[in-house]
């Protein structure tokens, strides 16, 4: 997904060396441990955003739980919930 919004932003002439993201989930809510699905999905992304240089300014993610977010398009504010763990 990544690869595919820079290759876009690319076409459009957008620099990537300009852009700032947020970077949120990764928690591995099903089968707990620091290897887990989410927190390799995670590393992928990271390594992605990098290799586009792409600028992280924001992250909160791991954990054994899933986040409720609410984007505040406007501001680039960004508010996180953690959900509990049923």
């Known amino acids: 997904m990544i690869e595919r919004i820079c290759s876009d932003y690319g076409k459009k002439g957008i620099k990537l060396e300009t852009i700032e993201c947020k970077v949120f989930g990764g ?3 099903l089968m707990p441990g620091e290897f887990g699905t ?3 999905n995670v590393q992928m ?5 990098a290799r586009h240089r792409i600028r992280v ?6 954990g054994s739980v899933g986040r409720k977010l ?5 501001t680039g504010d ?8 049923s």
């Open 27 to 29: 928690a591995n809510a």
């Open 70 to 74: 609410l984007y505040i398009s406007g």
């Open 57 to 62: 300014v924001a992250t909160n993610v791991g």
């Open 78 to 85: 960004v508010f996180v919930k953690h959900l509990n763990k």
């Open 45 to 49: 992304a990271f390594e992605s955003l």
């Open 38 to 40: 989410g927190m390799k």
